[in-house]
């Protein structure tokens, strides 16, 4: 049954509050944190805000990990829905009371003990946090250090997560900065006495984690990769009297952990966007369904009924490892040139003893496909680092592929879809270690980068045509973007092979295209295209 309860009689002295490991981290954006921000300055003297609702299941102390929790608290709850809320109030809360002093009415040592941490008297015991997560280490270490303590540690481990606490700390500081004590008194005040929740203690016995599936698709959804987090933790606890599932569940913590570690080192790449990719590569692509990989994962593969039938937990403990594995591989894809300089990388190739097979030569080739733009060429770039193979295979294959990006899209100006679907089988095709596709029963023809290569060219020379591109005019010459592409690769061409640009397309690309190039007295690169000059600094 849900009663109204503001934040000073949520956090009530006696009890705690955990967010559980299938819940994901802290996720709110500026979008989000103004929308709040809005709703608390525009509560008046006579009115309460409706903040939305908590959802909580009652936890045993002995469920609590890595933390000695103080009998002073009589319960112990996990944040089934209203984390993110929660959290931000919290950090309102902390910096308030950071930023404001004591005074006859306002004793912030008390305050801090009713909503950051209790502290034991004379037993020498560490503090016991009111708030916190269960598993996520790296976030409860940052709110910990960074904002409950404010000692400004740089946390040992940087996720997305930490970074949107740090970018929710610093928004709030910005917005109080300048603010008076009293200003900073009344905001205090109507934090937690007038933003009010739907308190919800939910049955112990009902499904935990699809309420979870269920009701958290509000505010920023979840995607995919929290999602199936969330359904792969569910799938290891149907089987509770088993080890191994418990060994798992922490697998799947630790991998989510350090996937969310490297997207958090790198804007040029998103979770879904890894997911689909990599279910593409490890599993296959349905080419008549739309976001086919989500309905592979959540309505074919892992969902209760599967469970020691079609799939074990040989099945998803393998796919979880190679999800580990590949979220490496996915930060060299889009870091080429950084991730040997990238200390945290480095220190987990250390701890799962990973060697990257890539030379300079690749590294450059990967650099030119992040600037010109992958395609769909996503799911094979990711299936090569798990082929052993000849340095020259791979270079091959980076080297056909940008030739078929640059002809066929740039050049011919193809669909964008062109091509798709069988590049998108050919990477299941170069990964699959045996001939049977993983979850599903279809055969799977084999195929070695060598013909990889072959067939990727195969399809260059069958959609490209000589007068296909017809850009050579005015209009469409200006609004080319991938000419500072070509006319990048053609400035930083080997020194000795130094060609009139004509001719370098020509040797490259194989494309008959009448560009001349010049550069003007302040260093600006002209295209001469029928004797119409255009000027583009690169």
Known sequence: MAELKN????????????????????SWEKEHLEALWNDIENITESRKHYTGAIKLVKIAKEDIKKEEINQKFDRIFSIVDGQQRITTVLIWISIILQNIKDDDEFEKEDELHSYIYFTPKKTGSEKTYIFGYDYDDPSYNYLKQNIFENSKKNPEIETLYTKNLKFAKEFIINKINKWDFSKKQELFKKITKKLVFDYIILDDSLDINVIFETENNRGKDLSNLEKLKNRLIFLSSLNEEDKKYENLRQKINETWRIIYQVIGMSERFSDDDFLKSHWIMYCRYVKTESESYAKDIFERVFFTSNLNNKITFEDINNYVENLQESIIYWYIIHNPNDYIRNKDISKIFKLYNLKIDINSEQINWLEKLNMLGFKMFKPIILASFFIKSEDDEKTNLLKAIEKYIFVIFAYSQRRSYTGRYN????????????????????????????????????????????????????????????????????????????????????????????????????????????????????
């Open 7 to 26: 934040i000073s009689e949520i956090f009530d002295s006696k009890t705690i509050y955990r967010i559980p490991d299938y819940q994901r981290g802290f």
């Open 423 to 538: 590049f998108y089988r050919a990477a299941n095709r170069l990964f699959d270690k045996d001939t049977q596709n993983i979850f599903f029963e279809t055969q799977i023809n084999k195929i070695k980068i060598p013909n990889l290569v072959k067939e990727i060219n195969n399809w260059t020379d069958a959609y490209y045509y000589e007068n296909d591109f017809d850009g050579y005019n005015t209009e469409t010459i200006a609004n080319w973007k991938e000419i500072y592409y070509l006319l990048y690769v053609y400035e930083n061409q080997i020194p000795k092979d130094k060609l009139e640009l004509p001719e370098f397309i020509k040797k490259r690309w194989g494309l008959e295209i009448p560009l001349k190039f010049t550069k003007d007295a302040d260093g600006h690169t002209l295209v001469n295209v029928k004797d119409h000059v255009f000027g583009f600094r690169l």
